[in-house]
Nanobody
């Protein structure tokens, strides 16, 4: 499986962005897809994940502002981010986990929230 993330950029506080992560390869084996982020000097942290046959899960810091969704046909996972805050600034990575528990990471996309 290969993952290609896109959609990052510079946005003002309170603004919105939508990240996309397209999967290719052995996508039929993917059971979970999610988004993580890493701010400078901090550890990578979970933002949101969505599992085949299950519901989404969000970090407390983004609940009510971010929405994760997955298009099975397009093999793409999205992260709609609303009401963005400066503390959301980070490199955002998508991740896919297959039925064997093996994980693949995308290349990361920068999100900067600043006025």
């Amino acid at each position: 499986v290969q993952l290609q993330a896109s959609g990052g950029g510079l946005v003002q506080p309170g603004g919105s962005l939508r990240l996309s992560c397209a999967a290719s390869g052995s996508v039929f084996r993917i059971i979970t897809m999610g988004w993580y982020r890493q701010a400078p000097g901090k550890q990578r942290e979970l933002v949101a994940v969505i599992t085949t046959g299950g519901g989404p899960n969000y970090a407390d810091t983004v609940k009510g502002r971010f929405t994760i969704s997955r298009d099975i046909i397009e093999n793409t996972v999205y992260l709609k981010m609303n009401s963005l805050k400066p503390e959301d600034t980070a490199v955002y990575y998508c991740k896919a986990v297959n039925r064997l528990g093996s994980a693949v990471w995308g290349q990361g996309t920068q999100v900067t929230v600043s006025s």
